[in-house]
T-cell receptor, first 112, second 115 residues
Framework: EAGVVQSPRYKIIEKKQPVAFWCNPISGHNTLYWYRQNLGQGPELLIRYENEEAVDDSQLPKDRFSAERLKGVDSTLKIQPAELGDSAVYLC??????????FGSGTRLTVV | DAKTTQPPSMDCAEGRAANLPCNHSTISGNEYVYWYRQIHSQGPQYIIHGLKNNETNEMASLIITEDRKSSTLILPHATLRDTAVYYCIVRAGGRSGGSNYKLTFGKGTLLTVNP
C-alpha cells in the first residue's frame, strides 16, 4: 500500500503568487484532513472532509485559502495569493473508521 | 479536548529504555490518551493509545496512572531511529473516532537517542 501521497515535496514561490498542493489518500479512506505545521510547532488542522463534503473548515483562512475534494478521493489545497507567513509544512492525512489516521510526508512551502 | 504538558526535550542512550512523560490533569472520563511521533521531514506516525488500562504493542508501552492525570510512553530498547518529536494527545473517542476525529497537537518532546 502506497500510503498517503502528497506532491510536490518542496515548493518555493514569491509572495503574492498562487500555489497548490495535491493529496492522494489511502484507498477507501472516506475522511481527509489538511494540517499546517509551522517551524517548531505541532500540526494544526485546516480542514476536514467526509467524502467530498468539508465538515470542518473553521481554521481555514478563507480569504486566501481554498480546498476541494472532487469525487471524494484526491484533494487540492490552494493559496492565492501567498504571503510570507504561509511558509510551513502542509500535511495531508486520511482515515476510516477501522484504521485510524495516516499522514503523508507533507509539502514544505517557502514563500520569499 | 484536554490540554497536555510534555517536557520539550529528553535524551536517551541507545539500547536503553526511553520513558516519555505526559501530564493531562484535566482529562475527561471519555477521553483517550494517544501518542504519535514525527521523525524529521516525515508526517506524524501513530504509536499507541489507551483509555485507562496499560497498553502494549510492537512499538511501545503506555502506562496510564490510576487517576488518569498522567501517562508515560515507554520505548523499551531505544534505537537511533527512534530520535523524533513525540506528541501526547488527549481526545474523545477510540482510534477511529468517527466524524469528530480531530487531533490537537502541542509542541511535543524531542527525544534524542545517543549512540
Amino acid at each position: 500500500e502506497a500510503g498517503v501521497v502528497q506532491s510536490p515535496r518542496y515548493k518555493i514561490i514569491e509572495k503574492k503568487q498562487p500555489v497548490a498542493f495535491w493529496c492522494n489518500p489511502i484507498s477507501g479512506h472516506n475522511t481527509l484532513y489538511w494540517y499546517r505545521q509551522n517551524l517548531g510547532q505541532g500540526p494544526e488542522l485546516l480542514i476536514r472532509y467526509e467524502n467530498e463534503e468539508a465538515v470542518d473548515d473553521s481554521q481555514l483562512p478563507k480569504d486566501r485559502f481554498s480546498a476541494e475534494r472532487l469525487k471524494g478521493v484526491d484533494s487540492t489545497l490552494k493559496i492565492q495569493p501567498a504571503e510570507l507567513g504561509d511558509s510551513a509544512v502542509y500535511l495531508c492525512a486520511s482515515s476510516d473508521d477501522s484504521s485510524g489516521y495516516t499522514f503523508g510526508s507533507g509539502t514544505r512551502l517557502t514563500v520569499v | 479536548d484536554a490540554k497536555t504538558t510534555q517536557p520539550p526535550s529528553m535524551d536517551c542512550a541507545e539500547g536503553r529504555a526511553a520513558n516519555l512523560p505526559c501530564n493531562h490533569s484535566t482529562i475527561s472520563g471519555n477521553e483517550y490518551v494517544y501518542w504519535y511521533r514525527q521523525i524529521h521531514s516525515q508526517g506524524p506516525q501513530y504509536i499507541i493509545h489507551g483509555l485507562k488500562n496499560n497498553e502494549t504493542n510492537e512499538m511501545a508501552s503506555l502506562i496510564i496512572t490510576e487517576d488518569r492525570k498522567s501517562s508515560t510512553l515507554i520505548l523499551p530498547h531505544a534505537t537511533l531511529r527512534d530520535t523524533a518529536v513525540y506528541y501526547c494527545i488527549v481526545r474523545a473517542g477510540g482510534r477511529s473516532g468517527g466524524s469528530n476525529y480531530k487531533l490537537t497537537f502541542g509542541k511535543g518532546t524531542l527525544l534524542t537517542v545517543n549512540p
